[in-house]
């Protein structure tokens, strides 16, 4: 950072001490670029350690009363200094001398009682000065702006104490662009005060009385270009033509600003734009005319036109007595010359039909913010009114029917832009007829809800906005500009209603997107505002946006007014800054490789199935849940059998024949439960299994390699397995029917692994002199 802006940012804040009367500190807030403001902080003196770093220093409105030589003399590179709306009294001779590239300097509303030269001498590039609002009477006894060659604009005077201007006030002044002088009170005009300024663009005058308005209006006419007076009553204005009638005059423009006219001063004003030969345009804003319009008795006819005047402007005119005024039939010759007319919020809700004929060279009319309804504008735009007229605004007026506003202008063959603005139309018909060479019209905030056909088909530019159109669906062959923002649009319009648009502002509607395709179908489109709208700001949206560099130059609100409405992660950033994530713009692709993993993921898992036996597991899980619902222990009446007996089908020889033998036909006799025998029909086969084995008070397992292979065997060991360890008992005898290779038994058979090396199991003896032991001890085994 330089070491001015870092200098500037060190004095950010600066704590301001007061003396004696407050004790309470205020701070001057400064950013990096030397921009400090301290307007209405309640300081009662310049603050101290201000340095070079400070380009400009707002402390207006606060209640400072002294400028001392040193306050200022650190800030060698400050550029604006406004010290207006203070109460300073003292100004010391040097306090600005360091100043040197000063250039706006505004020390209005303050108590400077006298003015010193000194304090400017080395302001050489000063072009701003306010001075006005003091207590000073006079600008001084030596001139003082000699020294600001540069000085562009200058306001001097107050409203009470200034009365004298003497001829070296404005010593050294050659040129301004603004010269502002508030003398109220003015009683000494020294002649050709203001003759020593050369060339002055725009001089204000603020003048009580037009005592000495005519000796200042010598003085200026030859420099002047626009000549304003201000809170001057005219009352007693009288225009003497001898005193300029044989001097050049430069001044174009004429402005009264709250002004008091009668009807006698009206006349004179009237003989002045006849002498005064330069003048092309005369603006009347907030005047009050204290008359009734009765200029017949007057010198008024001796007048033929308004010299060469062509732009008559009137605003708020306040005639306090209106309902005894004249018809003006009398000034009506003065108007052929005039080109143009405004008379703004004015109540005026006639214009006479002979004063509309009068003005044959009337090219525009601004009747805005008045009266005018149908029934008064028939009579306004009679036959023969206004014939060259072009521009007509009836802006905020008492409009009502379209259609018969445009059947009443019918006679106005050359009017060709309308402005009817701010009307309460609120419906539009089906058809209208319109002057023939109709190019322009403004229909804006006119409360319609639909476009139709009544439009007319030569318009090359229409004015829509602001109204409650939620679709554009015609064809305007010639339409080169479309205002129709602030509405309810949802989409562009249809670009082959209008082949040559060139302009299309239509921000502040509800549209959501717009597409290149939609951009480039308007082939010769070089301006479009579209901001304000409520964008989806999807893949599709932002990719076509952020990736043309081009679109900035069509775009004119881009990119600060185009936000995200949705998606909610992104509302209310930028288009051209919002992201979207890689799942949100490739949905199909990112849906297609979920599909295609979880398909990898289903046949990954059904080899894993396979090869790991995961049915048998599932399978088994299921058997397993099924069994868990039922109690813990069947109750003793429950027990039908001796033992379940759990074999497999390839050794059901040696228990059907053997087994069962020994131990059904044996004395007292054993109940077995063998599956083909004792199993239920139609019964789920696990719950047959689990059913025999809860109603068993054994369960004997055949063990052979027969067993391991067989599914159903291993259901049924798991079962009883689960009574086990569950039930705490000695439910399950082993009986080893055939020697059985511990590592040859699967994995999944974990629980018969565990058995065997936990449980004794009996094993069956090849000798027969063996086997009676055997079933000895099977006996014995299922009665414990």
């Not at 560099?549 to 992660?569: E, F, M, N």
Request: charged share 20%; net charge neutral; hydrophobic share 40%.
């Amino acid at each position: 950072m330089p070491r001015a802006l870092w200098t500037a940012w060190v004095w950010a804040v600066i704590i301001l001490s007061t003396e004696g009367a407050s004790d309470q500190a205020s701070s001057l807030s400064c950013d990096p670029t030397g921009v400090c403001d301290g307007h209405s902080r309640s300081l009662n003196s310049i603050p101290s350690g201000l340095t070079a770093g400070v380009k400009s220093l707002d402390l207006s409105n606060n209640e400072i009363t002294y400028v001392g030589n040193r306050d200022l003399q650190r800030c060698v590179n400050l550029k604006t200094l406004r010290l207006g709306a203070n109460e300073i009294h003292t100004v010391e001779e040097d306090s600005f001398f360091h100043l040197r590239n000063l250039e706006y300097l505004d020390l209005s509303y303050n108590r400077l009682s006298n003015l010193s030269s000194s304090w400017f001498r080395s302001l050489y590039v000063l072009k701003f000065l306010n001075l006005l609002g003091n207590l000073y009477k006079t600008l001084g006894e030596t001139s003082l702006f000699s020294h600001l060659p540069n000085l562009r604009t200058l306001k001097v005077g107050n409203s009470n104490s200034f009365t004298e201007i003497h001829e070296k006030d404005f010593t050294g002044l050659t040129f301004l662009e603004e010269l502002e002088i508030s003398a109220q009170n003015l009683q000494i005009y020294v002649p050709k005060s203001l003759k020593s300024i050369q060339n002055i663009s725009h001089l204000i005058l603020h003048l009580k009385q037009p005592i000495l308005l005519v000796d200042i209006l010598v003085d200026i006419v030859s420099s002047l270009d626009c000549f304003e007076l201000r809170d001057t009553n005219l009352h007693t204005f009288h225009f003497s033509e001898a005193s300029i009638s044989e001097m050049s005059t430069s001044v174009k423009k004429l402005i009264f600003r709250n002004v008091q006219f009668t009807d006698e001063s009206f006349v004179e004003v009237v003989k002045l734009f006849n002498y005064v030969s330069g003048i092309l345009e005369v603006e009347f804003d907030d005047c009050t005319h204290d008359g009734i319009g009765d200029f017949r008795a007057l010198s008024l006819d001796r007048i033929r036109h308004l010299g060469n005047v062509e732009t008559l402007t009137i605003r708020k005119l306040h005639i306090p007595q209106f309902f005894l005024f004249h018809d003006l039939s009398s000034i009506y010759p003065l108007t052929g010359r005039v080109k143009r007319v405004t008379i703004e919020n004015s109540k005026v809700f006639l214009v006479p039909c002979l004063l509309s004929q009068h003005l044959k060279s009337l090219e525009y009319l601004d009747l805005s913010e008045n009266l005018m309804s149908e029934e008064t504008l028939k009579n306004s735009a009679c036959k023969d009114a206004w014939p060259f007229l072009q521009t007509l605004v009836l802006r905020q007026n008492r409009l009502k029917s379209l259609e018969k506003t445009g059947e009443l202008l019918l006679t106005l063959e050359n009017l060709n832009n309308l402005d009817i603005s701010k009307n309460n139309f609120l419906s539009m018909p089906e058809t209208c007829q319109w002057p023939g060479k109709m190019k322009q019209l403004n229909l804006s905030s006119t409360r319609i809800h639909s476009l139709t056909q009544c439009l007319p088909q030569t318009l090359e530019i229409l004015d829509v906005s602001n109204n409650n159109l939620d679709s554009f669906s015609l064809i305007l062959p010639q339409l080169k500009e479309l205002y129709i923002s602030r509405n309810k649009l949802k989409t562009l319009p249809d670009a082959s209603f209008l082949p040559v648009l060139s302009v299309m502002r239509i921000s502040r509607n509800i549209i959501n997107t717009f597409s290149k395709e939609q951009l480039d179908s308007f082939q010769q489109l070089k301006t479009l505002e579209a901001g304000g709208n409520n964008f989806i700001c999807s893949c599709d949206f932002l990719s076509f946006t952020q990736g043309q560099q081009a679109l900035g130059r069509v775009l004119v609100d881009w990119p600060d007014d185009y936000r995200c409405d949705s998606p909610s992660h992104v509302r209310g950033q930028r288009v051209q800054d919002a992201r979207l994530s890689l799942s949100e713009c490739h949905r199909a692709a990112v849906v297609s490789a979920a599909c295609c993993a979880l398909f990898l993921l289903l046949l990954l898992t059904g080899v894993l199935c396979h090869r790991f036996h995961g049915l048998w597991y599932m399978k088994m899980m299921w058997a397993w849940l099924q069994a868990k619902r039922k109690p813990r222990k069947a109750p003793r009446r429950d027990i039908c059998y001796d033992a379940f007996v759990s074999y497999s089908e390839r050794d059901s020889y040696w228990v059907e024949n053997l087994m069962v033998q020994e131990l059904e036909h044996f004395n007292p006799p054993f109940k077995l439960c063998l599956h083909k025998r004792d199993f239920i029909p139609g019964k789920w086969i696990i719950d047959n299994i689990i059913d025999s084995i809860e109603k068993s008070h054994k369960t004997i397992f055949v063990l052979s390699e027969n067993f391991v292979k067989s599914e159903w065997c291993k259901y049924e060991l798991d079962f009883s397995h689960f009574r086990l360890f569950d039930e705490n008992n000695d439910a399950a005898i082993l009986i080893l029917l055939e020697p059985i290779d511990k590592k040859a038994i699967p994995q999944r058979f974990c629980k018969l692994r565990k058995i065997m090396n936990t449980k004794t199991y009996l094993e069956w003896p090849v000798d027969e002199t063996q086997q009676e032991g055997f079933w000895l001890n099977l006996r014995a085994a299922i009665r414990s």
